[in-house]
Nanobody, 121 residues
Framework: QVQLVESGGGLVQAGGSLRLSCAAS????????MAWYRQAPGKQRALVAT???????NYADSVKGRFTISRDNAKNTVYLEMNNLKPEDTAAYLC???????????????WGQGTQVTVSS
């Protein structure tokens, strides 16, 4: 099994910054794509940013220019640097990874439990 554990959430004022981390552990042969999603109360889960094994990134329009996703493949960790935070960024942020657990196996999808980010106005 594979576990994803997020950290770094908290309460911050508008205009502030936070850095989220998500560490993967367990039976891992290779981690393919990693991503951050967010879900606010009463809203659907939404994609925030993705990063490929090679470092190619994509962002939701709402966070472009403010958020940066990165990864450390040696540590099986993905990060989300969030700057100029706005109240509308308030949500639970969840880590997502596509993991191959053996060299001959299929890819599996895993989710973290989430870390809360609250931005006050």
């Amino acid at each position: 099994q594979v576990q994803l554990v997020e950290s770094g959430g908290g309460l911050v004022q508008a205009g502030g910054s936070l850095r989220l981390s998500c560490a993967a552990s367990g039976r891992i042969y290779r981690i393919n794509s990693m991503a951050w999603y967010r879900q606010a109360p009463g809203k659907q889960r939404a994609l925030v940013a993705t990063i490929s094994t090679g470092g190619n990134t994509n962002y939701a329009d709402s966070v472009k220019g403010r958020f940066t996703i990165s990864r450390d493949n040696a540590k099986n960790t993905v990060y989300l640097e969030m700057n100029n935070l706005k109240p509308e960024d308030t949500a639970a942020y969840l880590c997502y990874a596509i993991v191959r657990i053996t060299d001959r196996g299929y890819d599996y999808q895993y989710w973290g439990q989430g870390t809360q980010v609250t931005v006050s106005s």
